[in-house]
T-cell receptor
Framework: LAKTTQPISMDSYEGQEVNITCSHN???????ITWYQQFPSQGPRFIIQ???TKVTNEVASLFIPADRKSSTLSLPRVSLSDTAVYYC?????????????FGTGTQLKVEL | EPEVTQTPSHQVTQMGQEVILRCVPI?????FYWYRQILGQKVEFLVS????????KSEIFDDQFSVERPDGSNFTLKIRSTKLEDSAMYFC????????????FGEGSWLTVV
């Protein structure tokens, strides 16, 4: 299973763009890259998912270079409510049943 | 947005007691998971379940744990004889199939063993 590495923490201010980069050097051919957000005492919440290049939805963008060994989650204009832990995960591979393995995540703290 | 629901949201139990945590996965999903998160720690995989059998389990998922899909809609995690170290948030998750590839998590069941 691909292991992921992210910064432990990041600080930002309201209105700023935040980019969180994750490295996943051993990503498998069929693995997707998925980002989750988790608030204290809540379940991980799906943010965005991609396989290659760029994906954008109403809350975030995900940039994946051609080699897919890293990915960057971009939150365009953060607010205080974006303070949370962000997890980058790879998998599950085609064939099903494979688990997603969580790393330590990135604690994002947004201040006024 | 699709929703995985879990009950109870919080349970306090005495050490040695049996606990059953319940989950209703999203209706067309086929793959089911239990994860747990001890306070202040990362989310840990416990078990995956597909086609009415366990696909994979972690070292944490010992003989005290079992899972079941009793009626085609619920997915349960049973802890036979709880220990203090079982105190954690337990998350159920599900997804439809490999082409879908988005795993959705429930809000969790907070278990406190005293």
């Amino acid at each position: 299973l691909a292991k992921t590495t992210q910064p432990i923490s990041m600080d930002s201010y309201e209105g700023q763009e935040v980019n969180i980069t994750c490295s996943h050097n051993n990503i498998a051919t069929n693995d997707y890259i998925t980002w989750y957000q988790q608030f204290p005492s809540q379940g991980p919440r799906f943010i965005i998912q991609g396989y290659k290049t760029k994906v954008t939805n109403e809350v975030a963008s995900l940039f994946i270079p051609a080699d897919r060994k890293s990915s960057t989650l971009s939150l365009p204009r953060v607010s205080l409510s974006d303070t949370a832990v962000y997890y980058c995960l790879v998998g599950p591979s085609t064939g099903g049943g494979n688990k997603l393995t969580f790393g330590t995540g990135t604690q994002l703290k947004v201040e006024l | 947005e699709p929703e995985v629901t879990q009950t109870p949201s919080h349970q306090v139990t005495q050490m040695g007691q049996e606990v059953i945590l319940r989950c209703v996965p999203i209706s067309n999903h086929l793959y089911f998971y239990w994860y747990r998160q001890i306070l202040g720690q990362k989310v840990e995989f416990l078990v995956s379940f597909y086609n009415n059998e366990i696909s994979e389990k972690s070292e944490i998922f010992d003989d005290q744990f079992s899972v079941e899909r009793p009626d085609g809609s619920n997915f349960t995690l049973k802890i036979r004889s709880t220990k203090l170290e079982d105190s954690a948030m337990y998350f159920c998750a599900s997804y439809t199939d490999p082409s879908g590839n988005t795993i959705y998590f429930g809000e969790g069941s907070w278990l406190t063993v005293v």
